[in-house]
């Protein structure tokens, strides 16, 4: 996809925004030891994190599946 590679500036921010936002939520998820909603919260701190991996890997795909 090409508008990942022509808007590089706004792909660091998306980047840096999922990235503390998931590790807030992560250790935010860690400190409540015992409750389901800690867990909850730690998942959907995993899955802002794979987020970001999957927008800074985006530009290096060539396109094919």
Do not use: Q
């Not at 998942?43 to 800074?56: C, E, K």
């Amino acid at each position: 996809m090409n508008f990942w590679k022509e808007h590089e500036s706004l792909r660091v921010v998306v980047i840096a925004a999922f990235f503390v936002v998931g590790l807030a939520l992560v250790f935010g998820g860690w400190k409540m030891t015992g409750e389901l909603t800690g867990l909850v919260i730690m998942l959907i701190g995993l899955v802002l994190l794979l987020t970001a991996l999957m927008v800074y890997n985006k530009p290096f795909g060539d396109g094919k599946k």
